[in-house]
């Protein structure tokens, strides 16, 4: 089984940026999709990018143009760096198997804390 942790989260000011980092203990070489997700207050967790094992990306229309998302096999792991932050993009960040806790991802992280603040 592969567990996850995320850091590299943070307050920023509004059109800042922050690069996230997603450290798996185990190989991530054999899980096709690895995804970022994050959840605000009172909302629910929601997919905002994802990474293929073939560097395809896909992201949620809200972030488009201003995240990216990537990936290091042979350091296992899953990178997102957010420019342009929004107060909207404050939420509690979390990295996945897309779809989650598939191939051999088993739970969720702790997540890591982005406030975007003036």
């Known amino acids: 089984q592969v567990q996850l942790v995320e850091s590299g989260g943070g307050l920023v000011q509004p059109g800042g940026s922050l690069r996230l980092s997603c450290a798996a203990s185990?190989?991530?070489?054999?899980?096709?999709?690895m995804g970022w997700y994050r959840q605000a207050p009172g909302k629910q967790r929601e997919l905002v990018a994802r990474i293929t094992t073939g560097t395809n990306t896909n992201y949620a229309d809200s972030v488009k143009g201003r995240f990216t998302i990537s990936r290091d096999n042979a350091k296992n792991t899953v990178y997102l760096q957010m420019n342009s932050l929004k107060p909207e993009d404050t939420a509690v960040y979390y990295c996945?198997?897309?779809?989650?806790?598939?191939?051999?991802?088993?739970?969720w992280g702790q997540g890591t804390q982005v406030t975007v603040s003036s």
């Open positions: 996945n198997s897309n779809p989650p806790n598939t191939y051999s991802v088993r739970g």
């Open positions: 185990g190989s991530i070489l054999s899980i096709y999709a």
